[in-house]
């Protein structure tokens, strides 16, 4: 089983899958508004003209390229910094 979401444009027709898939009523209406504004609607078929694919092939090779940069950019020092040393060696003179 494949949990990663596809990267390219088959993560509109999955997207517009579980759309068709889900009750009418579920999900979040802020998001089916974006959705339905690229052409996913329930009880629609989605049938992007060549001009809104290519839009939607940029978004998603730029939505991974960020995903990739956010989930991979450098750690604060603050979260990488070891526990003080303890014990009788730490003590100063």
Do not use: H, W
């Not at 450098?74 to 303890?86: G, H, K």
Request: charged share 20%.
């Amino acid at each position: 089983m494949n949990t990663l979401p596809p990267n390219d444009f088959s993560f509109y027709e999955l997207l517009d899958t579980l759309v068709q898939e889900q009750p009418a009523v579920s999900g979040d209406l802020e998001a089916g508004g974006a959705f339905r504004a690229i052409g996913i609607a329930k009880g629609s078929a989605f049938k992007p003209d060549a001009r809104m694919r290519a839009l939607l092939e940029d978004a998603v090779a730029l939505g991974n390229a960020a995903a990739r940069a956010v989930g991979l950019r450098a750690r604060e020092q603050e979260a990488c910094r070891s526990p003080a040393p303890t014990g009788p060696s730490s003590a100063s003179s």
